[in-house]
């Protein structure tokens, strides 16, 4: 089966402050990338995407950086706000027509 | 940007019983929609792959007897969890991708809870 995640890790920040959020994935031949931020009893959204041949790429408030060597992903959110308390997932796309998800991360902002 | 429906947004049913969710992409047309299960406080998992007017792709241990997947048309899929037991009980989760490559949209989810 794809990746399960028993625990969620938690980050935890000041409002205001920056989060940093990372992501471990698995197959060396996953040439496209997602974050999606998932809030309670509902779907994920998309936040931001990267393909494998950048590994840097900034939207409104978030930047994802990847890297290739080590397989690892994460995800900046600047000015972090009580709005982007949610489940952030990373995803992983292996060349294939299937995303795969990792573990996920709470994150939670206080004031 | 593109929207993804689901109906219902919740269901209870009695064990035994069978329960269809219907997925919509409702501004695009979808050649292919994934269905994902995610458990509390875990991640989604990947039921299977449904592509417009062919079979539905399974993944490795997901029943396709007991949950039915049907891609009708280009702009929906429905997931029929049959004869449904207690621990069918979770949050079923659609996305729908426009061209081949893992569907960046997803719907709001379907809470199923089986007596």
């Known amino acids: 089966g794809e990746s399960v995640g028993l625990h969620l890790p938690t980050l935890s920040v000041q409002e205001g402050d920056n989060s940093i959020i990372n992501c471990a994935y698995s197959?060396?031949?996953?040439?496209?990338f997602i974050w999606y931020k998932q809030e309670s009893g509902k779907g994920p959204q998309f936040i931001i995407d990267?393909?494998?041949?950048?590994d840097k790429r900034q939207g409104q408030r978030v930047t994802v950086l990847l890297n290739k060597t080590v397989k690892h992903l994460s995800l900046q959110i600047a000015a972090t706000q009580p709005g982007d308390s949610a489940v952030y997932f990373c995803a992983e796309n292996p060349n294939t027509d299937k995303l795969i998800f990792g573990t996920g991360t709470r994150l939670q902002v206080f004031p | 940007g593109a929207v993804v429906s689901q109906h219902p947004s919740w269901v209870i049913c009695k064990s035994g019983t069978s329960v269809k969710i219907e997925c919509r992409s409702l501004?695009?047309?979808?050649?292919?929609m994934f269905w994902y299960r995610q458990f509390p406080k875990q991640s989604l998992m990947l039921m299977a792959t449904?592509?417009?007017?062919?079979?539905?792709?399974?993944e490795q241990g997901v029943e396709k007897d007991k949950f039915l997947i049907n891609h009708a048309s280009l702009t929906l899929s429905t997931l029929t969890v049959t004869s449904a037991h207690p621990e069918d009980s979770s949050f079923y989760i659609c996305?729908?991708?426009?061209?081949?490559?893992?569907?960046?949209?997803f719907g709001p989810g379907t809470r199923l809870t089986v007596l």
């Open positions: 990267i393909r494998s041949n950048m």
């Open positions: 501004d695009f047309q979808a050649t292919t």
């Open positions: 197959n060396s031949a996953s040439d496209y």
């Open positions: 996305s729908a991708s426009m061209t081949s490559g893992g569907g960046k949209y």
């Open positions: 449904s592509n417009e007017g062919s079979k539905a792709t399974y």
